[in-house]
């Protein structure tokens, strides 16, 4: 039985059958200098009972979102609420636990997850095409890099400066590999400068990137950087937070090539940082070079509905040196996590999620504007999260930093995750936080918040 341990006589079998005398021969491979000596530290054993209260001890220690602070912090991850059917549907053993759909005959139960939500991200985005999931944002933006390299032909990709931090990290390391040039263009008054676009886009750019709203929440227009690129017959990758496409206008229907971004907030929790979600979709004319998988419905030989893989990447696989990337595998789970939250949602309560949003977020930035000392750094329309830019405009660059750090830990103290300092990723903004606030902040947590920033002395 598997569930029994094995007794003396056990081993002894098991060592003499593999031909080593002693469990210690077993580990001979491994260095004398880090091996453990004598007996590990561990407690001695406890009643059922009593370990249990222990653990239960133990794991009051840990804060979360849900029951013991409220979030304002954003920066590319968010708090959102989670209809219970999401964890109901992840959690059955046939999702769960599955892996990949070699045999599509008998995957039919996660290949149909999988084109439902596909099809759902292409109605998102309001492009023709989506994979059925990257790892995470930061892969997703790297891979629509490189497909527009290929699909173009050329090396140069233009990225906004507003581009999450991490996010350029990633494209950089990647385009390393590549052989793609990357460009960074500067902000200007809080969105990307694209009078800088247009002077810097030429006949060898292969794509422009621009995430929308950007870093700083601030709504950037993606039709006037779609002209920019189609007249030097380059790309235009979109980078989204998928909950303002419940008000914002479709990036597709900008003249966007490429989607992509982090899907978290589609019915993922926070979980410490992951795993999350790459969503990835595109114009039919790339499909072909679009990394991952894509899931398609067919009909089988007496003429029943099926679904199989239609194109796939996968180092194994024939004609693998035709493939644009050799990414092989998806966030699956996460994938039918964000599928079944906006099928619970549906068309309104998607759209009123992002309502709830724009609207809480404005009325807590507003209000933070007429504190003493606080102010909005930028004047350009926001969608959830805001700059708020601390104390007098010339203080010592040391001392904006130590405000910043005062505030959060103030807050923290309060059961507030307060916002992003800004001077982590932008020496420029020492002195500004980056607010998020999403349809789960209330009218009282927004109000103590204020009330505790008006007792912050900024001078």
Known sequence: MSYIPHNDKDLREMMQNIGVSSVEELFADIPAPVRIKGALKLPEALPEAELVRR????????????????????????????????????????????????????????????????????????????????????????????????????????????????????????????????????????ISDIDKFRELADETTAGLIIQNPNFFGQIEDLAQFSEIARAKGALLIAV????????????GDCGADIVVGEGQSLGIPLSFGGPYLGLFACRQNLTRLMPGRVVGMTKDALGKQGYVLTLQTREQHIRREKAASNICSNEALCALAAAVYLSSLGKKGFRRVAELCV?????????????????LRFKKPFFNEFVVTV?????????????????????????????????????????????????????????????????????
């Open 55 to 190: 653990m239960r001890d133990l794991s009051r220690q840990n804060k979360n979102v849900e029951d013991d602070y409220a979030c304002f912090l954003g920066a590319g991850a968010y708090d959102h609420f989670i209809p219970s059917v999401v964890g109901h549907v992840t959690g059955r053993s046939e999702f769960y636990t599955a892996y990949t759909p070699y045999q599509p005959e008998l995957s039919q139960g996660i290949l149909q997850a999988m084109f439902e939500y596909q099809s759902l991200i292409c109605e998102i985005t309001g492009l023709d095409v989506s994979n059925a999931s990257l790892y995470d944002g930061a892969t997703a933006v790297a891979e629509a890099a490189n497909v527009a390299r290929i699909a173009t032909k050329r090396d140069r990709i233009i990225v906004s400066g507003l581009l999450h931090p991490e996010y350029r990290a990633v494209l950089k390391t990647y385009a390393e590999a590549n052989g793609l040039r990357i460009v960074e263009v500067a902000y200007k008054e809080g």
């Open 240 to 251: 989204v937070y998928p909950i303002s496409l419940g008000v914002l206008r479709l990036p």
């Open 359 to 375: 609207g809480k977020a404005h009325y807590l930035a507003d209000r933070i504007s007429n504190i003493k000392g606080f102010r």
């Open 391 to 459: 104390g007098n405009k010339n203080p010592q660059k040391n001392k904006k930093s130590k405000l910043i750090e005062t505030i959060n830990k103030k807050l923290l103290k309060e059961n507030i995750i307060g916002g992003f300092p800004l001077g982590k990723f932008y020496p420029e903004m020492e002195d500004s936080l980056l607010f998020c606030v999403t349809e789960k902040r209330t009218k009282a947590e927004m109000d103590k918040l204020i009330k505790i920033l008006s007792s912050i002395k900024t001078t």
